[in-house]
């Protein structure tokens, strides 16, 4: 009974392809965000979607694309991939009660671009 | 700009040794505090957090923190630790009257030896 799943867990891939990333959440929560980790273990909001609707757009390249069809999952697709995006990328949710609420992360998926 | 600064980049300690693992914010409003820990090639979880009442926290696995608003400071302390305590620690911030985007240090990587 995994709390929030991401597909898939690894992903190679050549200079300007364009990938995504799946994640689904099965705590009911209603907020989802996705998180870049670099090569130095620093991590970093990219967004965050309330029950659908953006509400955290950092400063990341618009190649970076987020999809919420349902509040239950949150998408990520990146079109031209650069040797830069080489990162994990993590998933969470929360519940929309407040800034105090527990983010539950997903296991991550390391991108590697070639 | 809210910042967070983990000045412990690596910590190595034997069993059985105290811990105590320091964490340092910038923002001059107030904040809810958070301890994620990361085990070898496992996802985030939430170790402990504050956000009102006693400044003292415990969380799991014997961890506790301390919220000192003077300082700016909530440092991660535990009087004992075990091998399986060997992960990455991340401190982590948000405004608690603002969005729930929490701001993370770089982290401090433990290492345990038996």
């Known amino acids: 009974d995994t709390a929030v799943s991401q597909t898939p867990k690894y992903l190679v891939t050549q200079m300007g392809n364009d990938k995504s990333i799946k994640c689904e959440q099965n705590?009911?929560?209603?907020?989802m965000y996705w998180y870049k980790q670099d090569s130095k273990k620093f991590l970093k909001i990219m967004f965050s979607?309330?029950?659908?609707?953006?509400?955290i757009n950092e400063t990341v390249p618009n190649r970076f694309s987020p999809k919420s069809p349902d509040k239950a999952h949150l998408n990520l697709h990146i079109n031209s991939l650069e040797l830069g995006d080489s990162a994990v990328y993590f998933c969470?949710?929360?519940?929309?009660?407040?800034?105090?609420?527990?983010?539950?992360f997903g296991p991550g998926t390391r991108l590697l671009v070639l | 700009a809210q910042s967070v600064s983990q000045h412990n980049h690596h910590v190595i300690l034997s069993e059985a040794a105290s811990l105590e693992l320091g964490c340092n914010y910038s923002?001059?409003?107030?904040?809810?505090l958070f301890w994620y820990v990361q085990y070898p090639g496992q996802h985030l979880q939430l170790l402990l957090k504050?956000?009102?009442?006693?400044?003292l926290v415990k969380g799991i696995k014997g961890f506790e923190a301390e919220f000192i608003k003077s300082k700016f400071s909530f440092n991660l302390r535990k009087p004992s630790v075990q091998w399986s305590d060997t992960a990455e620690y991340f401190c982590?911030?948000?405004?608690?009257?603002?969005?729930?985007?929490?701001?993370f240090g770089t982290g401090t990587r433990l290492q345990v030896f038996p």
């Open positions: 969470a949710s929360s519940p929309p009660q407040g800034a105090w609420e527990t983010q539950y």
């Open positions: 705590l009911g929560h209603d907020t």
């Open positions: 979607y309330n029950n659908k609707e953006l509400i």
């Open positions: 923002y001059g409003g107030t904040v809810n």
């Open positions: 504050y956000f009102s009442g006693d400044p």
């Open positions: 982590a911030v948000n405004a608690a009257r603002g969005t729930d985007k929490l701001i």
